[in-house]
């Protein structure tokens, strides 16, 4: 899926005050996204969702409820985290280019699967890596997956 526009906005902690509540929420949310995402075999790619200085520090995957504050739900770091990209647009041929690197990227793919360790608790979170052997490639990747008990 490609995203034409910046998302919602970067809600940052210091701004705000966040129950237990409202953070549960927003895990109970980042897991199923990134749930939903994974299953469906979907990646999102980000158009116009700003630089990495405004996202990256929010990356990291989320493992408790005391963790998910809204940032973690920003769409740039939906699409990293799905395996896909963000990238900042500045106009509109820029954004034509961008489109057709999106599509180029998805083009080129292959599934790969494994059996997962057994989870100790409910939404336990794995990462995943994915490490290609051949110079000047990469893989992009799902970061990580929750697991079930």
């Keep these: 899926m490609i995203w034409i526009g910046s998302g919602w906005p970067l809600l940052r902690r210091e701004d705000l005050t966040y129950s237990p509540r409202r953070q549960k929420l927003n895990f109970d949310t980042i897991v199923s996204l990134s749930t939903k995402l ?73 599934t790969l699967s494994f059996d997962p360790p057994h989870a100790a608790q409910p939404n336990e979170f794995h990462d995943v890596r994915v490490i290609v052997g051949k110079p000047g490639l990469t893989a992009r990747t799902s970061t990580g997956y929750y697991n079930q008990p």
């Design 38 to 110: 994974r299953e469906g075999r979907m990646v999102v790619y980000s158009l116009g969702g700003g630089e990495e200085f405004f996202y990256k520090d929010f990356l990291k995957a989320v493992r408790t409820d005391e963790q998910a504050d809204p940032p973690e739900l920003a769409l740039p770091v939906l699409a990293i985290q799905s395996g896909g990209r963000s990238v900042a647009v500045g106009n509109a041929a820029e954004m034509s280019s961008q489109i057709g690197l999106c599509i180029a990227d998805a083009r080129a793919f292959y």
